[in-house]
């Protein structure tokens, strides 16, 4: 069965302080990881998609990483507009179809 | 570019009853999936829907059912609803085509009494 698991459930930084969230996974074949951005009461906001070991994506303050047991969510210098729930989900090949799994999230909080 | 509407907002039935919840793709996408999340935790798959057909299916009772139409919107019903049904419920399109990234309606809210 596949499996996701996020790490640390909840990170308080102050802004600036540059951190990373972990996301470690089993699967068989993956497909793809993906990332999103969750604010309360919202759905999952598309962020990244990493295909394979090695790939970087960057966006803003945003840098996701993939290596072929995890995935790392690095962001550099945040600001308290950052804080929300990050959800990493992979995409693998389950009885003949693509099926996503997600993680539990980490929740951020960025403090002014 | 209009992206995955999901209706309604909210919704506040009680135990035994049953609940349609509604979803439109974003345009051009040709799969829905529906998906439960309950407070404090990660979606849950529940199931997902191509051409008209259910094509896959979670970890969930014969209670939840849905459907798709022909313009690739969906619905998903849950009958008999229980007080563990209370949740967030995620629609999410994606196109069937490579590994492409789903993309989320805000939810329906359900809350069972």
């Known amino acids: 069965e596949d499996q996701v698991t996020q790490s640390p459930e909840a990170l308080r930084l102050q802004e600036g302080e540059s951190s990373s969230l972990n996301c470690s996974y089993t699967v068989s074949g993956l497909r793809g990881l993906f990332w999103y951005r969750q604010d309360p009461g919202k759905g999952p906001e598309f962020l990244f998609t990493l295909y394979s070991a090695g790939e970087e994506k960057e966006k803003e303050r945003l840098k996701a990483t993939l290596t072929k047991k995890e995935s790392f969510l690095h962001i550099t210098a945040p600001k308290p507009e950052d804080s929300a729930t990050y959800l990493c989900a992979v995409q693998a090949y389950s009885g003949g179809y693509q099926k996503v799994t997600f993680g539990i999230g980490t929740k951020l909080q960025v403090i002014p | 570019d209009a992206g995955v509407t999901q209706s309604p907002t909210h919704l506040i039935k009680t135990r035994g009853q049953q609940v349609t919840l509604r979803c439109s793709p974003k345009s051009g996408h040709d799969t829905v999936s529906w998906y439960q999340q309950a407070l404090g935790q990660g979606p849950q798959f529940i199931f997902q829907?191509?051409?008209?057909?259910?094509?896959q299916r979670g970890n969930f009772p014969d209670r939840f059912s849905g459907h798709q139409f022909p313009n690739y919107s969906s619905e998903l019903n849950v009958n008999a609803l229980l007080l563990g049904d209370s949740a967030l419920y995620l629609c999410a399109s994606s196109l069937d085509r490579g590994n492409q990234p789903q993309h989320f309606g805000d939810g329906t809210r359900l809350s069972i009494l």
């Open positions: 829907y191509y051409e008209e057909e259910e094509r």
